[in-house]
């Protein structure tokens, strides 16, 4: 009876998930062909509109800027209700709007007949002129590691510049910025205040969007935190930070809020989430001299046409692949834990021997990248020049926060007014001397030494500093503004300079490449069989909203956190089928993993092991690196597996299944193809060889029956 329950629950789990991800229509679905129609701009009168084939945002453009259509052309949904500014700022303690249309009595809905009834605001930032252009690169990437898409995003921009006309703003330019891109329903914004007012001003905040969106629902009581908002658009920021290895608990800016001037909603507190604002709230006042520019962080706005998980994940996914493409490197690395230079050596004579690309001086190890003296320099850089010489590329690791530096450079609590109390609990700021120092040090050793790798642990997570002798910054106003700046720069530059990047927290569209995929650091201290159940489930749940090389995983070698020997690898060569398929596990979801230890085999054997599965994983190396559709979550009940999908690739898909039971099991379990872009038939290549060819169904699934051994895991190329 109970093999007769996990048959069919097997079968409906796969069937649900795979019915949910087909939409109506597949002919135009940009998710699977490529969209030719190019990103453009148009004027006609008194519009402004913004389009691509995918997304279309159009302006009225006098008396004053507004924007009063906001299209999601695939599915025809209309995002807007009501007219807002376009911006809104304050400053030396005064706020105004910047651009917007007064006079619109009904906020449930909007008329384009009503526009030419509308005022402008006598004290509102006044339009001027606008001026269009190519899209420009945010960060100049450049690197020699292995990627999925080298290509930089393109489409076009528009620079809409306004002056102030209340007294005191007449030398304040405001100019509001929007990117649309090819390809994607996707359209960014940012806003810059430049000060010729010949005096210093103090900018308190900028509130760089702001949306009066249609309603997800209609609910006559509750209130904003209780209702839905709406799933029609995404946001993402580049001003996130939290350590959760997640974006929508790593995002500081997006706020949903009342609208007040909405009076005929049905809720009847007037609580629906329906008003969107973006802005870092805990930036309070940030001086800006006379000549200086201030650029708020830009929101990226993604139109969904769908409440499916997968749909959505595979949209935001998209977005990372094209507008920020150093996220699809994903060198192959080892993580080498060191306590003398012949070891490194003896590493790289590894890495090159089995096929790795890279190795990354581990926590622990002997390497300290904030010692810049001549001698550790010369050290490092005869290292590095090692590594090249067998075409390895090689890294370090530096600790920023969790750790107490001194008084004067630590994070000062606000509240207080001593250290402590930061994120970290102790934590440096990085705009103390030490913190500015850490900064020059880590770019000086890296240039100097020629490290391709930089691994940050624990950058700067948003504390707000109470100090007022930081050279970095003024005080608590300011403090977090300047050293996410800060923090920004030092990865651009980084980038730019070839240096591949590792840090914990949300800063990809600042430059870094890779975050933790999201573990228990325990958990590793538990035996090699949990282990394996626990990392599926983490790939599993780390790969709905990040791209397999967006996300690293940990494979300890040695002992960590605790643990006997059931749960090492160590000595490798007694537990070879435990590390053949951690390895399979990690590379199978083209997901790099920090295989830490001291070597990467300790025989012959355990080297053709090693050397074998990544020789396996470059063949597949491309359609590996492809998008997760996820098909059931590892339980350790049942059989667990992920497809992956690559429509435009020689290899359409690649499917895992695993059996982590102790017997045998034959399951028929329905696939979903629909992302692969296969239509009408499939061949399905069992571990790459023995090929089946299959009907795909009218719900773009096919119906498969597998039987797989006691605790093993198969694999088929879909083509």
């Known amino acids: 009876m109970y093999k007769k329950w996990t048959w069919m629950m097997g079968i409906l789990l796969a069937a649900t998930a795979a019915t949910a991800q087909s939409p109506a229509s597949r002919k135009t679905d940009w998710l699977i062909t490529p969209v030719t129609e190019i990103a453009r701009i148009t004027e006609k009168g008194k519009d402004v509109t913004l389009s691509n084939g995918l997304v279309s945002r159009s302006f009225r453009i006098s008396p004053n800027v507004a924007c009063y259509d906001y299209i999601n052309l695939s599915n025809g949904q209309q995002l807007l209700r009501a007219v807002k500014p376009e911006a809104r700022i304050t400053v030396n303690g005064k706020t105004y709007n910047v651009g917007g249309l007064n006079g619109q009595r009904e906020n449930a809905y909007l008329l384009p007949a009503w526009l030419d009834e509308f005022t402008a605001g ?29 290509k930089q995003a393109t489409g076009r921009q528009i620079d809409f510049l306004y002056a102030g006309k209340a007294a005191g703003t007449e030398k304040l330019q405001v100019t509001v910025s929007y990117a649309i891109y090819d390809g994607l329903p996707l359209i960014a914004k940012w806003v810059t205040v430049e000060n010729q007012s010949g005096a210093t001003v103090a900018v308190n905040q900028v509130v760089h969007e702001i949306l009066g969106m249609v309603e997800e629902e209609s609910a006559v009581i509750g209130q904003p935190h209780q209702l839905k908002k709406p799933q029609g658009i995404y946001f ?7 350590n959760a290895m997640q974006y929508p608990i790593s995002d500081q800016t997006s706020h949903w809020k009342k609208d007040s001037s909405y009076t005929s909603q049905v809720n009847y507190d007037y609580g629906t989430p329906c008003l969107f604002e973006a802005y870092p709230d805990k930036v309070t006042a940030v001086d800006l001299a006379n000549g200086e520019k ?6 990226w706005e993604l139109l969904m046409d769908s409440y499916d998980r997968e749909r959505r994940g595979l949209a935001v996914r998209k977005m990372y692949r094209t507008i920020a493409p150093w996220t699809t490197s994903n060198p192959i690395f080892m993580h080498l834990v060191s306590k003398n230079d012949q070891q490194v050596t003896d590493a790289i004579d590894q890495c090159a021997a089995t096929g790795y690309e890279a190795l990354i001086l581990s926590f622990g190890s002997h390497v300290n990248m904030e010692d810049t003296s001549a001698a550790n320099i010369a050290r490092w850089k005869s290292l590095s020049d090692y590594a090249h010489g067998k075409g390895i590329l090689i890294g370090g690791y530096s600790l920023f926060s969790s750790r107490r530096i001194s008084d004067k450079d630590d994070v000062i609590n606000p509240a207080t007014g001593k250290p402590g109390g930061a994120f970290f609990g102790n934590a440096p700021c990085f705009g103390s001397e030490w913190g ?34 930081h050279p970095g910054h003024k005080d608590a106003h300011d ?34 490449h890779k975050i933790a995929l999201g573990y228990r650091e325990v958990n590793f201290s538990l035996s090699r069989d949990q282990q394996k159940i626990l990392n599926r489930q983490n790939i599993y749940d780390g790969t709905w909203e990040k791209t397999p090389s967006m996300g690293w995983g940990f494979v ?23 590390y053949k398929q951690l390895m399979f596990q990690y590379y199978g979801a083209g997901i790099q993993a920090c295989y830490r230890g001291p070597r990467l085999y300790d025989t012959e054997e355990t080297k053709k092991v090693v050397k074998e599965m990544v020789s396996w994983y470059k063949k597949y190396r491309t359609v590996l690196n492809a998008d997760v559709v996820h098909l059931r979550r590892a339980d350790g009940r049942d059989w667990d597996g992920i497809l992956h999908a690559d429509p435009q690739g020689k290899e359409k898909g690649f499917l895992i299944l695993y059996n982590p039971l102790k017997t045998p099991i034959t399951r028929t379990i329905s696939i979903p193809l629909y992302y692969t872009g296969l239509t009408s038939t499939a061949k399905l290549l069992a571990n790459g060889v023995t090929a089946k060819s299959y009907t795909i169904g009218r ?5 498969m029956t597998v039987t797989l051994a006691p605790e093993s895991y198969n694999w088929w190329v879909v083509q």
């Open 699 to 703: 719900n773009y699934n096919i119906e």
């Open 479 to 512: 403090s977090q503004w300047r050293q996410m700046e800060i923090q920004k720069e030092l990865y651009r530059d980084l980038n730019e300079h070839g240096v591949y990047i590792n840090a914990p927290d949300w800063y990809f569209l600042d430059g870094t």
């Open 122 to 150: 006598a004290n509102d930032f006044a339009y001027v002129r606008h001026t269009v252009s190519e899209l420009k690169p945010r960060v100049q990437w450049t690197g020699k590691y292995w990627a999925a898409n080298r």
């Open 436 to 469: 500015l120092a850490y900064r020059d040090k880590i770019k000086y050793f890296i240039y100097q030494t020629g490290f391709d790798i930089w691994e940050n642990d624990g950058p700067y997570p948003g504390d707000v500093c109470g100090s007022t002798t």
């Open 556 to 578: 300890p070698l040695t002992k960590y956190q605790g643990g006997g020997p059931e749960a090492v690898l160590e000595p490798l060569k007694d537990h070879l089928d435990d």
């Open 294 to 299: 201030i650029t708020s962080p830009a929101t």
């Open 236 to 242: 993402e920021t580049n001003y996130a930070f939290n």
